[in-house]
C-alpha cells in the first residue's frame, strides 16, 4: 500500500512539474528571446520564442560609438560575440562583422548584433517588446536616440502595452518619460533583504506600470500590496518549472523567462 502511493506521488509530481497550467491573462517573456534554445538577443532566439508562442520578447539595448542602438546585453562584446571590447568603441559597421551565434553552439554561426530598430519593425505587429535599456548613465544622448527609433518606427504611443520600456535606474525612466510620456514602462527590482517598502511603491506608482521584481524578492504578499498600487508583476530571470508553478501561485502577472516552451 505505501508503496501504492508514493508511485502516485511521483507521478502526480511528474504531472506537476511537465505541465504549467498557463491562465489567460499569464504574459510568458522570453528573456532575451528564446535564450535556452538559441544565442540571446539575436534572430535565432527571437524566432524561436514566437515559433513558441511567447507574449514579449525580452531584449537588451546598449549604444555604438555612432550613436546606434544595438541589441545585446553586457557592455562589452567578449561574452557573446566572438570580438572583444566595449560596445561603444564600435561603429555600428564594424560590430556587424562580429559573430553572436558562435558562441552557443557552431550551428548557429553568422548570426549578427541586431539593431532595435530592426527589431521593432520585424516583431512590433506580431509580439510584445519588453525593452530593457542596460547602463542609462553611459549614454549621454540616449533618451534622444531612442525617442527618434521608437518615432521612426511609429511604436511612440503603443497600443495595448505593445512595446515597455524597462530599466534598473528610476531615474532616467523618470527623464525619458518626460519626452515621451505615452510609453508604458517598466521598473527593475534588484533582490534586496528588506524587500521593498510602501512609501517606494506608492512613489513608483506614480510613474511605472509594471514592477518587474527578481524572482527571490516575490512572495504572495508583495505581489498583492503591488496590485494594491495599480501596476503588475513580471518577474525576473526563471529557468525552472518549479519555480514557475510558485510564481504562478503568487498571482504573477507575468514571466521572465529562457524557456517559453514550459508552459501549456
Ligand atoms: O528582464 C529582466 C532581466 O533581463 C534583467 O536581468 O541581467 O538578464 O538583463 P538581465
Ligand atoms: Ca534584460
Known amino acids: 500500500m505505501g508503496k501504492k502511493i508514493s508511485i502516485l506521488n511521483f507521478f502526480n509530481k511528474i504531472k506537476t512539474i511537465s505541465t504549467i497550467k498557463r491562465n489567460n491573462s499569464l504574459l510568458i517573456v522570453a528573456h532575451r528571446g528564446a535564450s535556452g534554445y538559441a544565442p540571446e538577443n539575436t534572430i535565432s532566439a527571437f524566432e524561436k520564442a514566437l515559433q513558441m508562442k511567447a507574449d514579449y520578447l525580452e531584449l537588451d539595448i546598449q549604444m555604438t560609438k555612432d550613436g546606434k542602438l544595438v541589441v545585446i546585453h553586457d557592455p562589452t562584446v567578449d561574452r ?54 542596460k547602463n542609462p548613465m553611459m549614454y549621454p544622448n540616449l533618451v534622444l536616440k531612442l525617442e527618434e527609433v521608437l518615432k521612426k518606427c511609429h511604436v511612440d ?81 526563471v529557468r525552472d518549472k518549479k519555480s514557475i508553478k510558485n510564481l504562478v501561485d503568487s498571482n504573477v502577472d507575468g514571466i521572465i523567462t529562457d524557456f517559453p516552451d514550459y508552459f501549456t
Open 80 to 133: 557573446t560575440t566572438n570580438g572583444t571590447g566595449e560596445v561603444h568603441h564600435y561603429t555600428y559597421e564594424e560590430l556587424c562583422k562580429l559573430d553572436a551565434g558562435g558562441w552557443f553552439h557552431n550551428k548557429f554561426s553568422g548570426q549578427t548584433i541586431p539593431t532595435l530598430e530592426e527589431i521593432i519593425e520585424t516583431y512590433k505587429s506580431k509580439i510584445g517588446l519588453l525593452i530593457e535599456i
Open 157 to 237: 504611443r503603443p497600443m495595448n502595452n505593445e512595446i515597455i520600456i524597462q530599466s534598473f535606474d528610476f531615474e532616467w525612466l523618470e527623464t525619458f518619460h518626460k519626452s515621451l510620456p505615452h510609453v508604458p514602462l517598466g521598473l527593475l527590482v534588484k533582490y534586496r533583504v528588506h524587500g521593498v517598502s510602501n512609501v517606494q511603491l506608492r512613489d513608483w506608482s506614480s510613474l511605472v506600470q509594471y514592477i518587474n521584481p527578481n524572482k527571490a524578492l516575490v512572495t504572495k504578499k508583495l505581489v498583492k500590496r503591488i496590485h494594491s498600487y495599480h501596476m503588475k508583476v513580471i518577474p525576473y530571470t
